[in-house]
């Protein structure tokens, strides 16, 4: 689970794996996001983090 990690909405993240594909997806939007499945774990951790930090920013 990845909290406020949508780059689309700024929603949850949750991994759903389904015919040999893996994505993050969006609970509040439903948007996809594809994650490798060929690297390493710890590679993987990082490229959400990514994900989650190149968000853009809100301005309130």
């Not at 993240?13 to 060929?38: K, N």
């Amino acid at each position: 689970m990845v909290y406020k990690g949508c780059q689309r909405c700024g929603g949850d993240l949750f991994e759903e794996e389904f015919l040999g594909s893996r994505d993050l997806v969006c609970l509040q939007c439903g948007d996809r996001q594809a994650v490798a499945l060929t690297r390493g774990r710890e590679e993987e951790i990082s490229i959400i983090r990514w994900l989650v930090s190149a968000r853009p920013s809100r301005a309130a």
